[in-house]
């Protein structure tokens, strides 16, 4: 089992800057890439960062102004949003990749933390 606990969520101005932190728990062994999805109300789910084997990717409207960051000492992967936009209103969840001797992924998602980004 994986477990995930998700903070720093939260309102902030358009403009204004918000940083999530998730801490990994449980079997982590096999972690291939960590990242953030998100998910807004009729709008598609998408994956915002992805850090790990693979490098680092980011979705093309937060590219210049999100970073992903892990410590891998802490189990944590970190999500730095600057330039917030109301765009980025979602709730966002941690999400876990790993890859299994036999070269089989999963994947794995938090319970999510709300950002809002409104005046």
């Known amino acids: 089992q994986v477990q995930f606990v998700e903070s720093g969520g939260g309102l902030a101005q358009p403009g204004g800057s918000l940083r999530l932190s998730c801490v990994v728990s449980?079997?982590?062994?096999?972690?291939?890439?960590m990242g953030w999805e998100r998910e807004a109300p009729g709008k598609q789910r998408d994956l915002v960062a992805v850090t790990g084997g693979d490098g680092t990717t980011y979705l093309d409207s937060v590219k210049d102004r999100f970073t992903v960051s892990r410590d891998f000492a802490k189990n944590t992967v970190y999500l730095q949003m600057n330039s917030l936009k109301p765009e980025d209103t979602a709730v966002y969840f941690c999400w876990l990749r790993t890859r299994s001797r036999t070269g089989r992924y999963m994947d794995y998602w938090g319970q999510g933390t709300q950002v809002t980004v409104s005046t």
């Open positions: 449980g079997n982590t062994d096999g972690v291939w890439s």
